[in-house]
Structures are given as C-alpha cells and as structure tokens.
T-cell receptor
Framework: KAGVTQTPRYLIKTRGQQVTLSCSPI?????VSWYQQTPGQGLQFLFEYFSETQRNKGNFPGRFSGRQFSNSRSEMNVSTLELGDSALYLC????????????FGQGTRLTVV | GENVEQHPSTLSVQEGDSAVIKCTYSDSASNYFPWYKQELGKGPQLIIDIRSNVGEKKDQRIAVTLNKTAKHFSLHITETQPEDSAVYFC??????????FGKGTMLLVSP
C-alpha cells in the first residue's frame, strides 16, 4: 500500500509569489490535514479536509488556503509569500476525520527568499 | 484549546539503556494520544498510540502509559539502539478534532 505522497519535495520561491503544494493520501483515506513545521514553533495545524469539506482550521492568515478533490487528493496554496513562510509543510492522511491514526508524508520544504 | 508540554527537549543515552519521554496535556476531554518518530529529512512516523480507555500499551521495545487523572502520558523505549536516534513527538486530540503536538524530544543513542 503506497504511503502519503507530497510534491514537490523542495521549492524555492521569491517573496510576494504564490505557491501550490500537493498531497496524495493513502488509498481509502478521506481525511487530509496540513501542518507547518518550523524549528521555533514546532508542528502547527493549518487545516483539515474530509470528503472535500474543510472540517477544521488552524490559526493562520487567509493567505493560506486549501482544497480537496473527489479522489481525496489535496492541495495547499500560499499567496503573497513572506520570508516567515519558509518551513517544512507536512500533510497527513487518516481514514477518520480528525487526528486519529494520521500518517504523514515526507513533506515539502519551502524556502522563501 | 489543547496545550501539550513535552520533556525533556533532548535526551542522551547509551545503547542498551532505557529512555523515557513525558508529556502533559491540558484538555481533560482529550482521548487519543499518539507518538511520532521523525528522522532527519523525513516526515513524522506514527510509532504507537493509546486511547483514554487504556492505561498502558506495549509494542516490542516501546510502551506508552497514560494517567488520565494527572493528564500525563509517557513513552518508554527499552534496550535502545543507535537507530532509535530521532526526534520524538507526542500529541493529543479529542479524536474527531485535530492533533496538538508537543515541541519534540531529540533522542541521541550512543553506541
């Protein structure tokens, strides 16, 4: 069974640009959650999608958005990039809504210059 | 909301020793407590989890204990090996809600 796949693995963007990250969950999993990981703040929850509906949202500005498609694949978009958005973005898939039995992908390392 | 405190932030042990990492949580309604291991350059890997109706769970060399009254849970690794070296995260949730993570513990196992 394939794991959670995130693309791309690495990204370098310029301040002010926008970026889209992709996550393909484990087959059969309907929940996809996104997290931002930084050395200072640790793992912080961004949002969760379950069956194409946003179920939960963390405390991030509106520049961070996401969506989920009918095949459960999810995308996360960050507009008007800031230097502070440099981080490892992780997605986790679960067969259940919420955090139960969540499996993470390798992450996308975003660097904003 | 939920707040999870994790200690220690770094832990160095000799190969073969035991390692214990402790977490406390604030939300008495939390009922799901997973532990993740993150190796350099990889995403967190779920290694064990426990639900609030269980006091202890074991899987080979790792075990987790939960004290609901005191609102704390611990990860125990016995007979540590160099490949156990990684950052370990605890987390808590109400099950249907999102995971709140601790800040992580860097475990270093010296041969």
């Amino acid at each position: 069974k394939a794991g959670v796949t995130q693309t791309p693995r690495y990204l370098i963007k310029t301040r002010g640009q926008q970026v889209t990250l992709s996550c393909s969950p484990i087959s059969g999993h309907r929940s996809v959650s996104w997290y931002q990981q930084t050395p200072g703040q640790g793992l912080q929850f961004l949002f969760e999608y379950f069956s194409e509906t946003q179920r939960n949202k963390g405390n991030f500005p509106g520049r961070f958005s996401g969506r989920q498609f009918s095949n459960s694949r999810s995308e996360m978009n960050v507009s008007t990039l800031e230097l502070g958005d440099s981080a490892l973005y992780l997605c986790a898939s679960s067969p259940f809504s919420g955090g139960t039995e969540a499996f993470f992908g390798q992450g996308t390392r975003l660097t904003v210059v | 909301g939920e707040n999870v405190e994790q200690h220690p932030s770094t832990l160095s042990v000799q190969e073969g020793d035991s390692a214990v990492i402790k977490c406390t949580y604030s939300d008495s309604a939390s009922n799901y407590f997973p532990w993740y291991k993150q190796e350099l350059g990889k995403g967190p890997q779920l290694i064990i989890d426990i639900r609030s109706n269980v006091g202890e769970k074991k899987d080979q060399r790792i075990a987790v204990t939960l004290n609901k009254t005191a609102k704390h849970f611990s990860l125990h690794i016995t007979e540590t090996q160099p490949e156990d070296s990684a950052v370990y995260f605890c987390a808590a949730s109400r099950g249907y809600s999102t995971l709140t993570f601790g800040k992580g513990t860097m475990l270093l196992v010296s041969p």
